[in-house]
């Protein structure tokens, strides 16, 4: 089973729009990220290498698998 890696903002950024969320608004170098039901923004800070923990939380307030979040990468 692969695992998640560390990814630029940019590339969680196209998934999160794949997704279906929309970007609100950006603080310095923090984005964020709304989804209706969702129960809180998804925080995308823009970091060259997005960190492993980050991607994971993000993944679940959004509620989706690691091997999904691993095949839709794979599709964007």
Avoid: A
Wanted: aromatic content about 14%; charged content about 25%; hydrophobic content about 40%.
């Amino acid at each position: 089973m692969p695992s998640i890696t560390p990814i630029h903002w940019k590339k969680f950024e196209k998934f999160l729009i794949y997704v279906g969320c929309e970007f609100k608004r950006q603080k310095g170098d923090h984005r964020v990220y709304w989804r209706s039901g969702l129960i809180r923004p998804i925080i995308l800070p823009t970091y060259k290498s997005l960190p492993v923990f980050i991607i994971r939380n993000n993944l679940r307030t959004l509620g989706i698998d690691h091997n999904d979040y691993l095949e839709i990468l794979k599709t964007i």
